[in-house]
């Protein structure tokens, strides 16, 4: 397959190991321009191109996966000419402390990240890979039944999109977990239950069924206060993702 993907940090990189060594075509781009994405494509294999080379080659799927304050800055033609049916999958998180500043919109609960990621594309997206460290998602994939298999929720209102990238999950290594719609999506977001624990098919499915659909203000009011408090003991540690 030829997959675009927008963004070579920490997720774009992992991404980008995988799919070349399962044998796909991997185009990657960054802010900077692809003269400076040499090593990457020494580590990956991947072919450095510009966002917008990224989004006309990846004919099979497009990955945009960069801070999610830096959505508004892609080129507002990116997807000219893009087919509807090309899958774009979203990995983005919002990290209010240590990276993205406060945004309103989604402080409010109002929309989820993804949500608001759509909106700015202007296209649907298919929200997955945010929940899961990129060194495991790079190195942690295992065959299917093979006991303690990690689950990765994918949410998306696009149910034919949804399934093309429930198969590329399964490929990578990953139990996919069929995570509801965008509205939905919040469920898998920082602060919560499934973000970054490596929980198994029948463990994402529980805490999927015991959160519910619809957020609640208090639910928001949990996620928000839990990853505050995340990413106060990161930025103790001295980790910075600007």
């Known amino acids: 397959m030829n997959i675009g993907i927008i963004g070579a940090g920490y997720i774009g990189s992992a991404l980008a190991v995988r799919l070349t060594s399962l044998g796909h075509s991997v185009y990657i781009a960054n802010s900077r321009g692809p003269e400076t994405l040499k090593d990457v494509e020494q580590k990956t294999g991947a072919t450095p191109v510009t966002a917008e080379e990224a989004a006309q080659r990846g004919s099979d799927f497009i990955v945009v996966t960069i801070p999610l304050k830096n959505i508004p800055d892609l080129p507002k033609d990116l997807f000219e000419g893009v087919p509807a049916n090309v899958p774009i999958i979203d990995t983005s998180n919002y990290y209010p402390l240590l990276r993205d500043d406060q945004m309103p919109e989604l402080e409010t609960g109002d929309l989820t990240e993804s949500g608001w990621v759509q909106q700015h594309l202007g296209r649907p997206v298919v929200k997955v890979f945010n929940n899961i460290l990129a060194e495991h998602l790079e190195k942690n994939g295992q065959p299917a039944g093979t006991p303690g298999r990690i689950g990765l929720p994918v949410a998306s209102d696009d149910a034919a999109a949804k399934q093309k990238v429930m198969a590329l999950v399964e490929e990578l290594g990953f139990d996919a977990v069929d995570g509801g719609s965008m509205s939905e999506s919040w469920r898998q977001q920082p602060g919560g239950p499934i973000y970054c624990n490596d929980l198994s098919a029948t463990e994402v499915n529980k805490h999927l069924a015991s959160l519910g659909t ?19 003991h990161m930025e103790a540690q001295g980790i910075s993702l600007r």
């Open 214 to 232: 619809t957020r609640t203000e208090e639910q928001h009011a949990e996620f928000l206060a839990n990853q505050n408090a995340a990413e106060k």
